[in-house]
Structure formats: structure tokens, C-alpha cells
């Protein structure tokens, strides 16, 4: 369609043509009005029923709700327009009719419940609110990458189909891969950090992992998009540095770029950058504070992990994003590295939001011997991740890194409800389709 | 380390830290040279025996290649070193011992098969022309995205778990989905176009796809990166155009960017900008100019598909980057829409370079009865796939797209002998690790 143009650009004077979704009709008698919708905005068409061709009023009435049209004629200036312009249509095509009964109604005068919203996607994108969660999603990506090459990182694409997973613990989808047993991995952990123990010293990586848990929350997805910082010659202090970088450059292009899309979602006047490097709480002081904020029930203790409520409350104290740094050792993976001096004490660090956990990260155990000796305190076999652990024995410079939840990133910018919102298909323990 | 600086960034005159791989250790007698390199380049450690403590210069002289080792000292001007500086230590600290024996020689002095250099990536990307691919394959996602968005695209990301494959006749990898079926996506086809039937109206994704065919060869993958386009509104011209767009700026983008990789590879004198629009010929003309080289034993006739052989006469015939449209239907899937004129016609395209079959695409049919009657001579049945073809009943307009092979982009750009070298942990029949 060589000749369409957007019906934002469709300016007074201009002979245009235009095609979209029916988006509504109101006939007011003598007169009558088709609005006409796509991804730019939306039309006025005029119909003066007594001034135009029959069959041309007829056709362009009768269409239904969400039917594809495609008209042409001239564009005028119209005040009472909603967009301050009319088209007079001289001709007027049905290029893709809707049946009369919508499974979902995209004008959004009828609710609908997130799963009948999930079961007709394309129905529920035509609503301006839902286009503009993925837009925004979109930009964030956008912005992400663009800082993470400020901070002079190379993207990578790990395989997603391994032999082993990434943790032991938790739960891998198995596949069959000609005749052999392999995973679908759960996260690119252990293949940046062979890629950051190479010349290319600083890697990113956006795209999916896959998690079998059981749980089925508005906060979980067995599928999500993962993204993935590995800096060589980092320490974990280096790696906050590089989330605080990439995740306030998420806001800030939302500002720059999206201020139409936060006016659909009715958030353009309270949206805010955050303005300050997030604080960086200790473990200890962070239970600390939970404790004091007398809302458990019982007192946590040093090696517990934080129960959700203690999140929350500490979440509610705090008021914007932190770190919580220097956990136990006990309750972090294999690969983050202990302090030297305390071999009780981790560098692994945790970004909240105070809605929830954004990121986990640390810095990464080089020492093949330290390593060894991790996978068997996890009581996992080294021996099953050679291809992983022989590298170390050549060289593995001192590195940090994490994993950002995206889907959880877009979440909590928008300040949406359900996980489920941020992802186009989203994947659950019920919801394999579309 | 924060204190650490690139050696790329050592000036003369300077106080430095820089850390890096052993490259090199050169002892001339009373005086030595240690190459450290990092991620920007390399730099001449100087250690004069005489006059300097005996145990640095011990500990720096005995140190085994590919160590990791992090030097401290003040950086003069040498012009017989390789960057024109040196620094003379004055506290050299081995940060990661690497073993003396290695399985692969990151000098390059020593070449190996792909299979050891794919079992140990880590040593196999710190050889310069190896890491070159790898940045040079990041700047043309950059830049692929780039030009998406300058065609008002916006990124999405589709399921790669799916109840069902995009075409029956692939082969699909199995999942057990917690305890159902289901399967690694073979492509985000009918996903995208999901998403162009909404407001969205133009889209691109780059994600995995996973293929479970038996092809063992130079130019397949088992997963692979697929490069994505749906537009709404659009016919398979405009969606030449876009694919057109899109390879053209991955070429720029890499003369504007990528120089040092470029001279890394050996091809910086030759590099070249595909200067022309991509010639469209028609399947027809194409099976008469392979019949017209004599290259085949036997005449092609319509009908049939080209075989590799003839593929590659024309591709030597044209000389460059080709586009075949106007493919039988019948050798196209069945949501290729057919010409009006000729239901024996398909609006399918393929883009092709001189070495191989890049891209795939065409305008999607948008009508849903005949959406389901191609279903149905496909074989497949289309109640498995109701979660799509139900949005074709609701306002679908004509949408077009293509699917490009990453890595085949990747391979054809750089002249690659093997697509693995494209792709940093391939996945194939024998190889699952790393």
C-alpha cells in the first residue's frame, strides 16, 4: 500500500489515503461519522448522506466495528474533529471485514479480564494503553543496550538449548535433543562469564530463559527475558554501578521519547527518573531495618533469607529503589565469590525495587580450585560442568556481573499490576497459548 | 579495579595500572619484555634484570602465557615497542595463574580444528580475529535495529515455548511442558503476525529459533539467530524494501564502525557496501538464467525447487545479492498469500547471496477463509492453531514480512567458511556443549 499514509500525517489541503480499523460510528441522521484507527492515532470520516454516493454511505455505515478500511478523499480542517481535520471520502474500501461480535472490545468501554486480554492479543493491542505497555517496553530495551555500550559492553547470544542447567536447584524444562537429554537453559550465567574471561572482557545479553517453578504469581513466568551484564576486572561494586547505569537510562529515555505512550497509561504526570544513586544497604543492616520495622511477625537473624513481607517493609522504609549487598554466603550460588576476609560473607548483591527483586549479582568466583569446591558444597558434579570449569584453569581474570528481570523492569517503571501485562505471550504453569 | 586503566589508554607520562592476558614473554638477556594484552590492545612491559627487584622481575619472567596479570609503573614513550609505549613495573601482581599447557593457542601460532577451538572459546576468543567476528556480529544487531526503527518498527519479543510449530513439515523439539506437550519455536511467524494485526502495525524481533532438522552442513544450525519483520498495510515490494534496508545498513554500519575488526580479519582493503538495489527476478527468469548457464545436468522446469548447484550458478551469474519472487505456491507454506491474478502464483520471496539463501518472506495471506483452506492443504489441521487463525475473523489487514538468518548474515558479511564461526556456542547433531 504505497499510497497510504499515517492519518497523523494526513494534513488540510492534501488528497490522501488512508487505511485502518473502524474504530467507531455515530450517525447523527443527515450526517454521520466513521473514526478510523491505526498506529498512528485516528481520522474522522465524514459522511453528508445526501451530498455523496449511495453506495458508497451504504457501505461505509454498515461496516462493522474493527473491520480494515481503506478510503481516500480530501482532507480538511474540522475544530469539532478530534483531531482537528475530516476526510470526505471519495472512495471507500472494506479491505478486511470483523465479525460483528468481538471476543474483546479495543475501544475499552468493556472491561476485560486478563486472560480473555492474553487469548486476543491482537484485539487487546488496538487499545492505546495496552500499545503503549510495548512501546515503552521496546524503548526500555532500546535504552538498556545503548548504555550498556556506554559502559564499552559487546552483546552476545548464548545458546538457550544446554546439557545442564545453570544452578542445580532450580527446576530445568527438559528437552529431547536427538536422543539425548538436554535443558532449556534457565540462564546465560555460566556462558557470559566464559565470554568475560576472553578478550572481550565486557558482554550483554538480552533475551529469554526458561524456569520450570511452580510458582504462579503476579510476579513469575516461566518464561522471561533476561538481562545479562559480565564485566572482566569488575567487582561487584563495578556491576551496581553498571545496574544503576542502565536502569535509571531506562527512565530516563522513557521521558525523552515515550510521553505520548505515558499519557495513554495516565502516568505522564507523576512519572519520575529516579534522581539519586540507590543506597546500598548491608544484609545486615537491611534486617536490621526490617526487625526495626517491628511488621514480622518474628525477628529475622543473620543467615535467614528475607521473607516477602520483610521486602516489602524494608521496601516501604527505603521508598525508592536499593541494594541489599554482602549476604551469607550460605544462601548465594556457587559462583559468586566470598569476601576475601570473611569467607562467611558474600559479594553477592540483590537490586529491590520496592515492589519486588530486580536483580541478582555479584562478583564471580575466578579461582578454579575456590570453584571446584563450590559446586561440591552445592552438591552439584563438577565433573558435568567441565566445559565450564576447565577455563578457569587459563587465566579467568576477577569478574561481576547480574541478571536484571526485564519483564519485571517494565513492570515496576509502569506500575503495573500483573507480571503477565508486560509480556505479549506470556508463559505460566496454565498458559501455553497463544 | 577501579584503578585499572585499558593499555589502549596509557599515555607517556603516566602513573598505570593495567591488567591483562600474558600475551607474550620475550627475554633478550640483561633485559626482557613481558606483552600484556587486554581487551584494546596490547603493551610492552620492560624489565631491566640489573635494575630492578629481583623478585618482581622473577615472578614477572616466570609467569606462564595467558596468565592474568595486573602491572603497575610509569609508561614511557619507546618507539620500537609495539605501541610506541612501555611501562616499567614497579608492582606486578599474577591475579589468575593460567596451567603451562593450553588446549589452544590464543598467539595463533598454533592452529586448531573448529571443534577445539569451540570446546574452548574462552582461549579461542582471545585471538584477535576471532573476537573481531564477535564485535563485528554485535554492531550489525546494533545496527539492524537501528534501521528497523528508522522503518517505525517496533521490537517485540514472542514465545519460544509454543503448543504448536509454526509449519508441519519442520521438525520440532520436543518439551515436556509441566507434564504436556509442547516445543522449542521453530520461528515467531505466527506470532508476529499476530502482533502486525494490532495497532503495533510494524514489527521486528531478533530471537532464537530452534530447528530440529538432521542437516549436519556448513550452513546450518540447530538454533539459530532469526532477524524478523511484519508490517502491517505492507506488500512483499515493501517488505523487499525493508529487507533491502536492513542488509544494506548492517554493511555501512560496519565500514563506519568496525575498521580495526575489519584489519583483524584481512579485509579491510576489500570490504564493500552493496552500492545498488538488490535485482528482483522473478522465479520464472530465475530458472531460465540457471538453464541458460549450463551449470545443471538437468533443465529445470517450473515447478521445481532450486537445487544448491543452481542456486550457486546464479548467484555467480548475478554477482551479488539477488532477490527470487514470484515463486509456484505450491512450493511456498500456506501462509504466503497467492497473486489475485493467479491463484498458481505466490507473492513469496526469498533474498539470496551469491554463497546461500538469506532471507524468506512475502506477503501473508490475511483472509481467514482461505487462510484455513491453506491450512488444510498443508495437512495440518487448523483447530490446532485456532489461537491464530481467530484473529484473522477480526479485522486483519494485509500485513507482509520476512524472516533473515543472523548468522547466515553474519557468514556471508565476513565471508565465513563455516556458519559455527558465526555463532559463539553452536548447536548442531553432535555438539550440546559448551
Excluded at 504505497?2 to 497523523?8: E, L, N, P, S, V
Excluded at 489515503?17 to 460510528?25: D, K, L, M, S, Y
Excluded at 441522521?29 to 454511505?57: C, N, Y
Excluded at 565450564?388 to 576477577?398: E, S
Aim: net charge negative; proline share 6%; glycine share 8%.
Amino acid at each position: 500500500m504505497q499510497d497510504r499514509i499515517h492519518t497523523a500525517d494526513a494534513e488540510p489541503g492534501d488528497d490522501a489515503t488512508v487505511a485502518g480499523w473502524v474504530h467507531e460510528i455515530r450517525d447523527l441522521g443527515g450526517i454521520a461519522f466513521l473514526i478510523l484507527r491505526d498506529s498512528s492515532g485516528k481520522i474522522q470520516i465524514k459522511f453528508e448522506k445526501d451530498e455523496m454516493d449511495e453506495e458508497l454511505v451504504e457501505t461505509g455505515l454498515s461496516v462493522s466495528r474493527e473491520s480494515v478500511v481503506k478510503v481516500s478523499g480530501a482532507v480538511e480542517e474540522e475544530p469539532r474533529a478530534p483531531t482537528g481535520v475530516e476526510v470526505t471520502p471519495e472512495e471507500l474500501e472494506v479491505v478486511a471485514p470483523a465479525e460483528p461480535e468481538l471476543p474483546l472490545d479495543p475501544s475499552g468501554k468493556v472491561d476485560a479480564e486478563l486472560s480473555t486480554r492474553l487469548d486476543n492479543r491482537t484485539l487487546d493491542l488496538r487499545k492505546d494503553e495496552v500499545q503503549a505497555v510495548f512501546e515503552i517496553r521496546a524503548e526500555i530495551l532500546r535504552a538498556v543496550r545503548e548504555q550498556f555500550r556506554a559502559f564499552d559492553c559487546t552483546e552476545i547470544n548464548t545458546p538457550k538449548i544446554v546439557a545442564t542447567g545453570t544452578e542445580g536447584g532450580t527446576e530445568l524444562f527438559p528437552i529431547t535433543y536427538f536422543g539425548e537429554e538436554a535443558f532449556m537453559n534457565q540462564s546465560p550465567q555460566l556462558f557470559k562469564q566464559l565470554i568475560a574471561g576472553s578478550n572481550v572482557e565486557r558482554v550483554f545479553e538480552i533475551g529469554p530463559i526458561f524456569r520450570a517453578e511452580e510458582h504462579n504469581t503476579p510476579r513469575h513466568l516461566n518464561e522471561a527475558t533476561s538481562i545479562d551484564f559480565e564485566g572482566a576486572f569488575c567487582d561487584q561494586n563495578d556491576a551496581m554501578d553498571v545496574v544503576e547505569g542502565v536502569v535509571t537510562a531506562a527512565y530516563e529515555a522513557i521521558v525523552e521519547n515515550c510521553q505520548d505512550e505515558l499519557e495513554a497509561l495516565g502516568l505522564a504526570a507523576e512519572f519520575e527518573v529516579p534522581d539519586e544513586a540507590f543506597p546500598r544497604l548491608s544484609y545486615e543492616e537491611a534486617i536490621e531495618r526490617i526487625n526495626a520495622t517491628g511488621e514480622l511477625d518474628e525477628q529475622l537473624v543473620w543467615g535467614d533469607d528475607l521473607p516477602t513481607e520483610g521486602e516489602k517493609a524494608l521496601g516501604d522504609d527505603v521508598g525508592g529503589h536499593y541494594f541489599i549487598t554482602d549476604w551469607p554466603s550460605e544462601i548465594k550460588p556457587f559462583y559468586i565469590k566470598d569476601h576475601d576476609d570473611d569467607e562467611q560473607l558474600s559479594t553477592g548483591f540483590d537490586l529491590m525495587h520496592p515492589r519486588m527483586e530486580l536483580v541478582s549479582g555479584g562478583q564471580r568466583e575466578h579461582r578454579h580450585e575456590k570453584l571446584i569446591e563450590g559446586f561440591e558444597q552445592q552438591g552439584l558434579d563438577p565433573e558435568q560442568f567441565e566445559y565450564y570449569t576447565k577455563m578457569f584453569k587459563y587465566g579467568m581474570p576477577p569478574h561481576a556481573g547480574f541478571g536484571l528481570g526485564g519483564e519485571r523492569l517494565v513492570m515496576t517503571i509502569l506500575g503495573l499490576d500483573n507480571i503477565r501485562e508486560a509480556v505479549l505471550f506470556p508463559r505460566d504453569r496454565q498458559r501455553l497459548s497463544p
